[in-house]
């Protein structure tokens, strides 16, 4: 019986239209809020600042429509609102910040259109496996290269040449999991037959397996080294959450889950900095040693949140400026301040939106690649939101990582907005078909 193709692009297309509008509504929005609650007067720079944002926001607009017509309309806006209130946040902190970030955010919706010009099929990236695995390594040894590497709050995951900085780690982020999803795919069969063991835990052969433990395995000694504890766990989370996809084997994530206590006990043990973090963890509000280095910071975050209540103090309005590091690591709990629990409950609400349309591009992509490479993507971006939101709350001891779209910083929203781009590509596959004559 023959077959016809169901028509979607024009209700998605007017769909993600409609959406991007009402993002760059809600964006211009908690500007001008943060601007009157701060300074009791609609900012002068609303006129420059709300341009890029109409430019960057409507541009990457109908860059989806003319090159992934089929995309799923809620990506992009999702993504647009939570930069949105990112930058709101990062202006209230600081005028100077605001500049930089809004000239980050041109440049990262710049990269976003770029990749989906360049990238045409995402399956075109399944040819060059080892190439990608390569390069992200490499960009991950980078910041331990002497001359070019930075050392900054105790990390070392800079890279200086000349004027310009960046973090190599959070484009080598998208790298890895191209890599992985490509490789994983191609030995997928062979990954699934176990011919030996790790004690109780049948495994294939080492040789299949070995590629893809060497990348994992890198990218943890450079980052230990590094000192980026919450990179590590993000690469861990990543490499083991799409094994266990590409297999659908349980004793893969068995497995990473006692690596993961193994490496956490031996991290614990071995480095001063680590042992901090815990201590941190358990005891910021004791009042032997808030005011020690480390503790004060999580401290002032708790009592942030803590003042801000159901409905926060207002934009604009609180004090998130006594909380250290308030536009990167702790920006949620400015978040919190100034927009209470309800505020925080919606951009994980956002996170949560965002996570489960990649992992709906995943399920209803044709190809395995597309399937792999959009739930490694999303997975990055869930496991980012709660290593940052769960360390500030106290659930999990804090490590540093951004908060995906929203902390300042310039690498972290140009390589997630690089990945957002990927998520469109692969949500934007062929239309399913039906049967003609049905509807």
């Given at each position: ?7 979607r692009?024009?209700p998605?297309?007017?769909?993600a ?10 964006a ?12 009791g007067h ?12 109409a ?5 990457a607009?109908i ?27 990062i202006?209230?902190l600081?005028?100077?910040l605001?500049?930089?970030q809004?000239t980050?955010?041109?440049i990262?919706?710049a ?8 990238v045409?099929?995402?399956?075109q990236?399944d040819a ?17 290269v002497?001359?070019i590497?930075?050392t ?5 995951l800079?890279v ?7 973090q190599p ?15 994983l795919?191609q030995k997928r ?5 176990a ?9 294939p052969?080492?040789k299949?397996?070995?590629p893809?433990?060497?990348?994992w395995?890198?990218s ?5 080294v ?17 094994l ?8 893969y994530?068995?497995l990473?889950?006692l690596l993961?206590a ?11 900095h680590?042992q ?5 963890w358990?005891?910021?509000?004791d009042p032997?040693?808030v ?12 009592f942030?949140?803590g ?12 004090s998130p400026?006594?909380i250290?590091?308030?536009?990167t690591?702790?920006i949620?709990?400015?978040i919190?301040?100034e927009l ?12 949560v939106?965002?996570?489960g ?7 209803a992509?044709?190809d395995?690649f597309?399937r ?5 993507l999303?997975t990055?971006?869930?496991l980012?939101a709660?290593v940052i939101?769960?360390g500030?709350?106290?659930?999990i001891?804090?490590?540093?990582v951004?908060?995906?779209f929203?902390?300042?910083?310039g ?9 957002l781009a ?18």
């Amino acid at each position: 019986m023959s077959q016809a193709a169901v028509p979607r692009g024009r209700p998605r297309q007017g769909a993600a239209i409609a959406f991007t509008v009402l993002a760059l509504v809600i964006a211009v929005g908690a500007y001008v809020l943060a601007g009157l609650g701060k300074r009791g007067h609609v900012p002068v720079t609303i006129v420059l600042y709300g341009s890029i944002f109409a430019v960057g926001y409507l541009g990457a607009a109908i860059t989806i429509r003319r090159t992934a017509p089929n995309a799923d309309p809620a990506l992009f806006p999702t993504a647009a609102v939570l930069t949105g209130l990112g930058f709101a946040m990062i202006f209230r902190l600081s005028g100077g910040l605001a500049a930089e970030q809004a000239t980050w955010v041109g440049i990262g919706l710049a990269a976003f259109c770029a990749t989906l010009l360049f990238v045409r099929d995402h399956r075109q990236l399944d040819a060059f496996t080892y190439t990608i695995g390569l390069l992200g390594i490499v960009l991950l040894l980078l910041p331990v290269v002497p001359g070019i590497g930075r050392t900054i709050n105790g990390a070392r995951l800079w890279v200086k040449v000349g004027p310009i900085g960046f973090q190599p780690s959070e484009i080598g982020k998208v790298l890895i999991v191209v890599f992985l999803a490509s490789y994983l795919t191609q030995k997928r069969e062979l990954l699934r037959v176990a011919t030996g063991g790790f004690g109780p835990f049948r495994l294939p052969p080492a040789k299949h397996l070995m590629p893809v433990l060497l990348a994992w395995g890198a990218s943890l000694a450079v980052l230990f080294v590094q000192r980026d504890l919450g990179a590590s766990l993000l690469y861990f989370g990543i490499f083991v959450v799409m094994l266990w996809v590409a297999t659908g084997r349980a004793a893969y994530l068995v497995l990473g889950i006692l690596l993961f206590a193994a490496g956490a006990w031996f991290g614990y043990q071995a480095f001063d900095h680590v042992q901090l973090r815990v201590d941190v963890w358990l005891h910021a509000l004791d009042p032997a040693k808030v005011f020690d280095l480390g503790y004060g910071q999580l401290a002032q975050a708790q009592f942030g949140m803590g003042t801000g209540g159901l409905v926060g103090e207002g934009l604009g309005r609180g004090s998130p400026g006594l909380i250290p590091f308030a536009s990167t690591d702790f920006i949620f709990a400015a978040i919190g301040e100034e927009l209470g629990m309800f505020g925080t409950a919606g951009v994980l609400l956002l996170y949560v939106v965002l996570v489960g349309k990649g992992l709906r591009a995943a399920l209803a992509s044709l190809d395995g690649f597309g399937r792999l490479l959009a739930a490694g993507l999303a997975t990055a971006v869930a496991l980012q939101a709660f290593v940052i939101a769960g360390g500030v709350t106290r659930l999990i001891p804090l490590t540093g990582v951004t908060l995906p779209f929203v902390s300042y910083g310039g690498s972290s929203l140009v390589s997630n907005f690089v990945l957002l781009a990927l998520l469109v590509r692969v949500s934007s596959g062929p239309a399913p078909v039906r049967p003609k004559g049905r509807t």
